[in-house]
């Protein structure tokens, strides 16, 4: 297993390096302040003296430069270090057990940056995170994992110290509270409709079959010699639930009984209808989950639109 850091900087220690000489002004000082000597006109100097007096003064060495810290992103002034960024990029292929590709990256850098705007609007409505809870969480960790010892091993494996580690915990805790507020704004009721359809190949196809509906051919029937499991039933859904904007645009202006014309979509050519329409119908759970995502999704594109986001990662 490839090791690697999460590593966050939290300050930079400055060494001062002092003179070794005095200066002028000291030494002013020092005579104005020291009483006078009584003394011959010539002062003896031991050889010592005069070897320390002649030896050349080596010069105190520089303060080494900071290593700057490289960025993968600056997100409205939070930084995501580069270390962050590979070691998300290592979870995610330990996730997927495969070599990444490009859009892989791209993924791994927006969800970091999506993770900062959700915890920066959660610092906004308050939605802090005191050491209390952290340490309930740590605690919860440790009982999950098997234990300080096993928790104190995966931090190391990780490249995690403690700072960096309360960091993301922190980070990941707040995120997701607002994450969480956004979503459980959904209702849990929607207009919704029953719709069915047939689902052809080809264009000539479904003009075919739209001329037999024309003429007076029974819907189920038709649906049923195209898809004889199904019927064709796509069951009930909210707006926004089916994958083309054209067939969910189709389905919430038919009236009941009434078919679409021939609407040709990635997957085929379809004609549709609809048999029943609640204005108020409780959203089935993967509906529900649906919409929760679409609502997440959209809040994030509108904060990303608000937000001075910068990719630094090559």
Same mark, same amino acid.
């Given at each position: ?10 300050g930079?220690?400055v060494?001062f390096?002092?003179?070794c000489n005095?200066s002028?002004?000291t ?6 302040? +020291?009483?006078?000597?009584? +003394? ?9 003296d ?13 303060p080494p ?10 997100v409205?002034?939070i930084?995501?270090s580069?270390?962050e ?45 005191? &050491?209390?809870t952290l340490?309930?969480r740590? &605690? ?7 234990g300080s010892?096993?928790l ?5 494996a990780y490249?995690?110290? &403690? ?10 805790i707040?995120?997701?509270r607002m994450r969480?507020k ?7 009721t929607?207009?919704?409709v ?7 190949l080809s264009?000539q ?5 739209l001329?037999q509906?024309?003429?007076g051919?029974?819907?189920?029937n038709?649906?049923f010699?195209?898809?004889?499991i199904?019927r ?22 038919? =009236?009941i009984n009434?078919?679409s014309?021939?609407?040709e ?11 029943e329409?609640?204005p108020?119908?409780s959203?089935?759970p993967?509906?529900?989950?649906m ?6 999704? =959209?809040w994030?594109a &509108?904060?990303? +639109?608000e937000?001075?986001? =910068?990719?630094?990662?090559?």
């Amino acid at each position: 297993m490839v090791k690697f850091k999460v590593l966050v900087q939290l300050g930079l220690l400055v060494l001062f390096a002092g003179a070794c000489n005095r200066s002028d002004a000291t030494l002013t000082a020092t005579r104005e302040v +020291s009483p006078p000597q009584v +003394s011959s006109d010539v002062q003896t100097r031991t050889p010592q003296d005069t070897q320390q007096a002649d030896a050349p003064q080596t010069p105190s060495p520089d303060p080494p430069s900071p290593t700057p810290e490289i960025l993968a992103a600056r997100v409205n002034g939070i930084r995501i270090s580069q270390e962050e960024y590979q070691s998300e990029l290592a979870l995610y292929q330990d996730a997927v057990d495969r070599d990444l590709t490009p859009k892989d990256e791209e993924r791994v850098l927006n969800d970091l940056i999506d993770r900062v705007l959700l915890a920066q609007a959660a610092a906004e409505e308050g939605l802090v995170v005191d &050491e209390a809870t952290l340490e309930d969480r740590l &605690e919860q960790l440790k009982t999950n994992i098997g234990g300080s010892q096993a928790l104190s091993d995966w931090m190391e494996a990780y490249g995690y110290d &403690e700072d960096s580690f309360h960091l993301a915990l922190e980070r990941s805790i707040t995120s997701a509270r607002m994450r969480d507020k956004i979503i459980t704004s959904i209702p849990e009721t929607a207009e919704q409709v029953h719709a069915r359809q047939i689902l052809l190949l080809s264009a000539q196809e479904a003009n075919e079959v739209l001329i037999q509906l024309q003429a007076g051919d029974d819907f189920d029937n038709l649906a049923f010699e195209y898809d004889p499991i199904t019927r064709g039933d796509l069951g009930w859904f909210p707006r926004g639930y089916l994958p083309d904007p054209q067939l969910d645009e189709a389905a919430f202006n038919l =009236e009941i009984n009434e078919y679409s014309p021939v609407i040709e979509t990635l997957a085929g050519f379809h004609i549709l209808v609809v048999v029943e329409r609640d204005p108020q119908r409780s959203l089935e759970p993967d509906a529900l989950l649906m919409l929760k995502i679409q609502a997440l999704g =959209e809040w994030l594109a &509108e904060r990303r +639109s608000e937000s001075d986001i =910068e990719i630094l990662a090559p």
